[in-house]
């Protein structure tokens, strides 16, 4: 629980219920390589048990207590032994990798996404690949159904190609970057 009232008694405060779940935290390998961004409750579990240290705290100097000890709230963490990270040449495509490349947009009316569709079909022969796969809304991809988009006279908004970078991947399931990761990401992601 950050600063405050702990028991909830004397002050007549309420207790703050700490966001575990939605913050997340970068992690960093011993040799201040970026490796993933987690969640607060792991990076606190790491910190607690010697197996990283707090390179950042919380830029508004949120402190976690315990009966015997507190913790500074992390923003970035440093693994303390290095830890090899076998090379993938190739991105993955997920759900989420896709709809981050895409902002959430709907790459036909420009409309908030939610689902995933084929620009050329796949009953017409279509990939499953970054190239043939964009966000769309339900009401386009509806619409859309089998159809190519010269038959419907569509044209897309942006052409969709595979995602480029090396901390693109990091920052694939996090909806907002904490500006104080910028010095370790290097070039931009997307």
Avoid at 64 to 87: C, F, N
Avoid at 95 to 117: K, N, S, V
């Amino acid at each position: 629980m950050p600063d405050g009232d702990r028991d909830g008694g004397g002050s007549g405060q309420t207790p703050a219920v700490f966001p575990w779940g939605r913050r997340k935290v970068l992690l960093l390998n011993a040799t201040f390589e970026p490796l993933t961004a987690l969640s607060l409750r792991r990076a606190v579990v790491l910190v607690v048990c010697g197996k990283a240290e707090v390179v950042h705290g919380d830029a508004s100097g949120l402190v976690l207590h315990s009966s015997k000890s507190e913790v500074l709230v992390p923003s970035v963490i440093r693994l303390s032994t290095y830890v090899r990270v076998p090379y993938r040449g190739r991105v993955p495509m997920t759900r989420a990798g896709l709809m981050h490349r895409d902002r959430y947009r709907c790459a036909y009316c420009g409309g908030r996404a939610e689902t995933i569709d084929h620009v050329v079909p796949r009953s017409r022969g279509g990939p499953h690949t970054w190239t043939n796969c964009v966000a769309c809304c339900a009401k386009c991809n509806h619409r859309k159904a089998d159809k190519l988009l010269s038959e419907l006279g569509w044209r897309l908004r942006v052409v969709p190609a595979a995602p480029r970078g090396p901390h693109w991947r990091l920052l694939a399931g996090v909806a907002e970057a904490d500006p104080q990761w910028l010095p370790y990401l290097g070039e931009p992601a997307a």
